[in-house]
């Protein structure tokens, strides 16, 4: 029983963590929701093609080489350089900003007032023309991700805690990594949006466009701010899910883990998005745990019970909307006749 | 000019109210059926029946469906690829449990039974509205879909979980498994078809369509006015479960013939769906067939040509592809919101005035 | 807009079929989506081969081998599309999606065409009873599960009494079908299976390894595909499993599955029913003939990897295939009941191996009427991190037929009678 106790932690802990990254994609969600409206869903799709232009950069690889290859026959592949990390990341934060001035002029722009079903059915086709893009610009071969962060078992925290209770904990170390630098981001994203005047700028359009306007802030400057900072935060979910998986077609589907916790947690809420996360990351681990040991939960249909994680998710979402329809965290829904 | 309506009057409330009021659109509509029924089947071949037609066919009774519950009664939806595959599941537990009954009885059955499993996880929508709603229907895509792959009895216990229609004939002819014809295939297709668009053509200019419109517009204010919102959503999510139901039996018994369901009625299926509504036009049945002939076609299109004709690397193709699908449907966003229905629309205004515009 | 459309429509439709009067086998790859990375592969491999053929030889008994590619993005509905397009001239189809060769089996048999699907697809198309049109050789996944339990036997001193494995499988038709085999193994052998089933794509598999590292089992099993299979590689790695007893299917043994771990995977091991690496003289004429002129699909960036390795394994038997049709048939111009009869007929010795320049590179084949799919033998290869490249460690094995043939006789004799077939009599 004991024995249960102890990996019943484990699971625990563990599920705090990749609630953490999960965490990670959701937060851009709510940024650009709260400041403009638009559910973006292509949220995903940007982490896998800042992933990918990452590497890219740091491999030196000929943007289109394969587009050029087939329509002129050349042979080109790498540049034959290097870069380094850090810089690489720089230069690809610089590359998410310039997409999302693009978004801004080619697609937003466009559609400003439309009704939110429309904007979301935008950022999908963004979603798909991004994948598209993202492949024929650096190939869709796996691609793996080294910016220097450790991985694998903490040893330290399993000795410690072999010594305090008997049972020795497991802890990813890519994991701690990633829960500093996602508690990093959000300070910084909160000192941004609380002390600086682009941040307050922000709040005001998100709380009233009109009113945001008619004080003379540019919308189209914030919505691009905020698309650069989504852009950011995409970045750093795809290094932190490149490095553990290789940068490829299916980091796209982190959008969809992302999404439960968004509604859990509120599509506006910042602290909603970190709670969500860890809420959702704790609960499918959980549930997976009891459903799947053959001494608890496991033996009780005849068949095993297993992978439940990506509906589990979604059922404990919904299940807890019905309750609290706008989410845990979210702005009460007001309507009017 | 090509466009008349001189000398077409209406002395009726009835002729006024028809789906067809005007003389030429009745015509075009009647050519148009007759063409699909009497032409098509015998010039048809296993190349366009599975490239083309059947898909687009298929689809569109999704896009119906779908098209009730989104566009008429303003209930967005991701689950259809979860309520095609209770379809699936169903016409083949049917099929293979009741072998003596004809498939045509199984496959309405089918679509009566993801009515009430629409119906079962349409009930949170009484509570989550807009985008809350739509993450809220995925679980019941992820769910209902692992439950497919998951629970032995669902599949015949069968050692990979792959279900495979058996043969079956209507009137004599084989409409699944291999040894049916491409006409045969087309034909109960375009029956259930004509079948869909005429119900649901029906059913959304009457009383129930009138109720969902409203609580599309405006819930509240529906329900002040007197429209029982828990009958309206549920009615909603019911009838277009049935559609999107019979889809489902269709793609697997009469399409595929063979399902594997994580694959046949994964997420993507429920996005195609959503675009094909978004793209032909919200509340418009006329719209579900142009999203589907659209989204059908194009990529087929697109194949041929960039494959085909300019002779690229398959891959590069289907990243342009993915491209041209992507900017194609942000730049129809952009034009034209309420999709190509409205176009068509627009176009009929353009010719009856030709050639002496305003 | 509509007719114009349609014309468009009709015009890219005609494009389509390739009216060429040379032997047609298409490649219906996948070179993109969620398995991209694996299908490229394994496409190139598929297309040089038979590039190969037509540059030194001329093709086969003078026939030049057309391989227009289709791209299917491992999803059914366009694998179906791609199979139509191409059924005119097309021979023999290999689609490298057990989904896919699924919706054709009952397809081909009407269309008289031979499907091709070494290592994948349906077990029991072994059977060649029922399934007159598909062929599977060399191994089959149940194959797999009997040889990658015989390997543990060995390793284990000939005993798995009281042992603990676990099956980390790939929840999908291809993931679940060794369950039945394992689960009569384990039986047989006194040892516990454990399923832990992770679902597409499965790049999240912590809870997999949780479970894993608490129930501590001595061996594990992978039948995963994608990025699965890095990802359960990968945590393997982090919670310290010994890489040695962690052994993967064929399709969880490419080098793009244990490239990105990097030291760590040093030791993995998984099956193999073929050879990987340049070291066969078959390269000296690859190289010549198709990478040096330019004639490599995608320049050749593949060459050698397993997954290259496995596609051209795939074509070499289809081009032995195709031989030994036409000196059957007495004809160049095979059509695809001609191919069937020469797949029934085919051999492929060890001398037969060494003469095509690739000695020791497969098992040997030998398929009659009632036998598709050859002797199911297979080895184990390992992984060494430090050298980059995968060594074989044990020689072609036999799976257990014991368990199998039952097996198979039940799962075949399921679909005869599902499907209305009468098991056509092979004597």
């Known amino acids: ?337 | 000019m090509f466009y008349r309506e001189a000398g077409d009057f209406k002395t009726t409330y009835r002729d006024d109210s028809q789906t067809f009021p005007i003389r030429l659109d009745r015509i075009g509509y009647y050519v148009i059926l007759a063409v699909a029924v009497l032409v098509v089947p015998f010039v048809i071949n296993d190349y366009w029946a599975s490239a083309v037609l059947l898909p687009f066919l298929i689809y569109a009774i999704a896009a119906i469906g779908l098209n009730i519950l989104t566009g008429y009664a303003g209930q967005v939806s991701l689950g259809t690829g979860g309520f095609m595959a209770v379809g699936a599941y169903a016409v083949y537990k049917l099929m293979t449990s009741f072998p003596e009954v004809s498939v045509v009885i199984h496959i309405l059955l089918a679509g009566g039974i993801t009515a009430l499993v629409g119906i079962a996880f349409g009930l949170p929508s009484l509570r989550i509205k807009g985008f809350y709603l739509a993450v809220a229907t995925l679980a019941a895509q992820f769910f209902l879909v692992w439950l497919f792959n998951k629970v032995p009895w669902f599949y015949n216990y069968s050692a990979s979980g792959q279900i495979n229609a058996p043969t079956r004939t209507v009137l004599g002819w084989a409409v699944t498994g291999p040894a049916a014809s491409p006409a045969a295939k087309y034909l109960i297709c375009l029956a259930f078809v004509i079948f869909s668009a005429w119900v649901a053509r029906n059913l959304t200019r009457g009383m129930v369509g009138r109720k969902w419109m409203a609580i599309r517009d405006m819930d509240i204010a529906a329900e002040i006015i007197g429209v029982n919102p828990l009958n309206a959503k549920m009615t909603a999510f019911g009838i277009s479960s049935f559609f999107v139901g019979i889809a489902g039996a269709l793609l697997f018994a009469v399409y595929l013939g063979a399902a594997e369901v994580t694959e046949a009625f994964g997420i993507n299926k429920s996005f195609l769906v959503l675009f094909m509504v978004i793209i032909g036009g919200l509340g418009s049945i006329f719209g579900s067939f142009a999203g589907a002939a659209f989204l059908v076609l194009l990529p087929v299109l697109l194949k041929n040509v960039l494959v085909g004709a300019l002779g690229w690397p398959t891959d590069l193709a289907a990243y342009i592809e993915l491209m041209i699908v992507g900017a194609l449907i942000i730049f129809f966003l952009i034009v034209e919101p309420h999709g190509l229905a409205r176009l068509w629309l627009l176009a009929k205004e353009k010719l009856r005035l030709w050639p002496f515009p305003h | 807009m509509k007719t114009k459309l349609a014309a468009l429509a009709a015009a890219g439709m005609m494009v389509a079929a390739p009216a060429l009067a040379d032997l047609v086998v298409p490649n219906l790859s996948y070179r993109t989506g969620a398995y991209g990375a694996n299908g490229t592969q394994y496409a190139d491999g598929f297309n040089d081969y038979f590039t190969l053929l037509n540059e030194r030889d001329g093709g086969i008994g003078g026939e030049r081998i057309q391989v227009p590619e289709c791209e299917t993005a491992y999803n059914t509905e366009k694998g179906v599309e791609c199979y139509e397009a191409t059924k005119a001239e097309g021979l023999v189809y290999n689609p490298l999606s057990t989904g896919i060769t699924y919706q054709l089996i009952p397809k081909v048999g009407v269309d008289k065409k031979v499907l091709y699907t070494p290592g994948y697809g349906r077990t029991s198309a072994k059977n060649g009873k029922v399934f007159e049109w598909v062929f599977n050789a060399p191994a089959n996944y149940w194959d797999g599960a009997s040889v990658a339990v015989k390997h543990l036997l060995d390793v284990n001193g000939g005993s798995l009494e009281g042992k603990k494995i676990a099956l980390v499988y790939h929840n999908s038709a291809y993931g679940k079908e060794p369950i039945r085999t394992l689960q009569d193994l384990a039986e047989k052998h006194g040892f516990t299976l454990i399923e832990l089933p992770v679902d597409a794509p499965g790049q999240e598999q912590k809870s997999q390894w949780l479970q894993i590292r608490r129930d501590k089992p001595d061996h594990v099993i992978m039948y995963g595909w994608g990025v699965m299979n890095q990802a359960a590689i990968q945590e393997a790695a982090n919670i310290n499993f010994p890489m040695e007893n962690f052994i993967g299917i064929w399709w969880s043994g490419s080098d793009i599955d244990v490239l990105p771990i990097g030291a760590k995977a040093d030791g993995y091991k998984s099956l193999a029913f073929h050879g990987v690496g340049t070291d066969y003289p078959l390269y000296e004429d690859m190289q010549k003939y198709v990478i040096e002129p330019g004639k490599a699909s995608q320049g050749g960036q593949h060459v050698g990897s397993v997954l290259y390795s496995r596609g051209m394994y795939a074509s070499l038997v289809i081009a032995e295939a195709i031989a030994k049709a036409q000196e059957l048939a007495g004809t160049s111009k095979i059509n695809g009941e001609q191919l069937r009869e020469g797949f029934e007929a085919l051999e492929i010795t060890p001398e037969r191996l060494a003469e095509l320049g690739l000695p020791d590179f497969g098992p040997e084949i030998e398929m009659t009427c009632a036998n598709h799919g050859g002797s199911g033998m297979a080895r184990v290869q390992q992984w060494d991190a430090n050298a980059k490249k995968w060594n074989l460690i044990t020689e072609f094995t036999e799976p257990d037929q014991d368990i199998l043939n039952p097996l198979i006789a039940e799962d075949s004799e399921a679909y005869a009678k599902e499907a209305g077939i009468t098991p056509r009599d092979c004597n």
């Open chain 1, 1 to 337: 029983m004991m024995d249960q106790l102890f990996y019943a932690a484990e699971v625990i802990v563990n599920g705090l963590m990749t609630g953490v990254m999960y965490a990670l994609v959701a937060l851009g969600f709510v940024l650009i929701f709260k400041a403009s409206g638009v559910f973006n869903y292509a949220q995903g799709v940007l982490a896998l093609f800042a992933g990918l232009t990452l590497v890219g950069i740091m491999q030196g690889q000929v943007p289109f080489a394969h587009l050029l290859n087939a329509v002129f026959g050349t042979q080109l592949d790498r540049f034959g350089w290097t870069v380094p990390a850090l810089l690489a990341i720089v230069l690809t934060a610089g590359v998410m900003v310039l997409l999302a001035i693009l978004i801004e002029k080619l697609v937003l722009q466009h559609l400003v007032g439309q009704e939110p079903i429309i904007l979301f059915m935008a950022t999908i086709g963004l979603a798909y023309f991004l994948e598209g893009l993202g492949d024929v610009m650096w190939g869709a071969d796996v691609k793996n991700l080294d910016v220097g962060l450790p991985q694998g078992i903490s040893d330290s925290i399993e000795r410690v805690t072999d010594s305090w209770f008997g049972y020795g904990f497991f802890i990813d170390r890519l994991d701690i990594w990633a829960a500093l630098i996602a508690t990093a981001l959000v300070a910084a994203l909160v000192a941004f949006s609380q002390y600086t005047k682009q941040g307050r700028a922000m709040r005001a359009v998100a709380d009233d466009h009109q009113a945001a306007l008619s004080v003379g802030i540019s919308l189209r400057f914030i919505w691009i701010m905020v698309w650069s900072i989504a852009g950011f935060v995409a970045l750093v979910a795809g290094i932190m899910w490149g490095t553990k998986s290789g940068v490829q077609f299916s980091l796209s589907l982190i959008a969809l883990k992302a999404l439960p916790v968004l509604m859990l947690g509120g599509f506006t809420s910042i602290p909603g998005a970190i709670v969500g996360g860890l809420i959702i990351g704790v609960g499918e681990k959980l549930f997976e745990f009891v459903m799947s040991s053959p001494d608890l939960a496991g033996s009780w249909f005849g068949f095993t019970i297993g992978a439940t994680e990506n509906w589990f998710a979604y059922v404990l979402a919904l299940v807890f909307l019905v309750f609290r329809p706008q989410g845990l965290f979210g702005e009460r829904i007001i309507e009017r006749v």
